[in-house]
């Protein structure tokens, strides 16, 4: 028997940061109900802290989806958070700069303000009934003791899910692997996956945190996304059809990629 495995797709956030890609509002509805009649599990559709625009997508998007959860992501701060709550998600997901680097170098703060912004940001939406996932930015460069104890907190303060994020795009799949058994063994949420293909691993990466016991992996049509891309759904779910049910079969998967190419005059799938 197969092992079941989410798909959710990041098009329409991560992906329209492929240089060059600016989508419209057609484009983006388009795309949404595309992913939705395809039974993908979680479409992450926009960023409601960019502004009225975006919002008015997302909420659109919300409203006329059947199958799909709709999830908007947001920075650590209750101005993100309220916008994101006017866009009546079904989720919120939190992304939270895990690493030194980005915590002391990109932020300038500190571990402990970086854990009191994260359960502070956590308890104000669960506040407003709503489901919360956290985001681990960076994760590929932190602490792996110090994401394990921020992971059992979340657990405990009962978030859906962790997404483990290799944002830079420096991974391996034997790396990978480690990362997200010593996470789960640490009492962890349930895990997902973002990759960034900067190695030419994402969709290797993310195999093998299906592996590691990951529940799901976030990927993009035609592996659009910032610098050399991510995840490839289309590739993904080839790589791994014989052996996990994700409700999308490949011949859907490429016809996916086909309908994203005409949608978004996307002529080729180089990244």
Not at 46 to 63: F, L, Q, V
Not at 145 to 169: A, C, H, P, Y
Not at 237 to 259: M, P
């Amino acid at each position: 028997m197969k092992q079941k495995a989410i798909l959710m797709d990041t098009t329409l956030r991560d992906g329209e940061q492929r240089p060059g890609c600016a989508f419209s509002h057609y484009q983006k509805l388009q795309v949404a109900m595309m992913l939705d009649g395809a039974g993908i599990y979680q479409i992450d559709a926009g960023t409601p802290a960019m502004g009225r625009e975006e919002c008015d997508i997302i909420r659109e998007i919300a409203a006329n989806r059947v199958y799909s959860n709709i999830s908007v992501w947001c920075r650590m701060n209750e101005r993100d958070l309220r916008q994101a709550i006017g866009c009546s998600p079904d989720n919120i997901h939190i992304s939270a700069p895990i690493s030194d680097s980005h915590i002391y170098s990109k932020l300038g703060k500190d571990k402990t303000w970086l854990k009191n912004e994260l359960f502070h940001s956590v308890e104000f939406v669960q506040d407003k009934g709503m489901t919360v996932t956290v985001g681990f930015e960076d994760a590929s460069r932190a602490d792996i003791n110090f994401m394990s104890e921020i992971s059992s907190e979340l657990r405990e303060r009962k978030v859906l899910r962790v997404q483990f994020s290799d944002t830079v795009g420096i991974l391996t799949p034997q790396r990978t692997y480690e990362y997200l058994t010593a996470l789960i063994r640490g009492g962890s949420p349930p895990i997902t996956f973002h990759g960034h293909n900067d190695l030419g691993m994402a969709v290797a990466n993310s195999i093998a945190a299906l592996r590691a016991g990951a529940v799901g992996i976030e990927a993009t049509l035609l592996g659009l996304g910032e610098r050399a891309g991510n995840c490839d759904l289309e590739k993904l779910v080839g790589a791994i059809s014989q052996t996990y049910d994700t409700g999308l079969t490949l011949d859907n998967a490429r016809l996916l990629s086909r309908k994203a190419r005409e949608i978004l005059c996307i002529c080729d799938s180089s990244q």
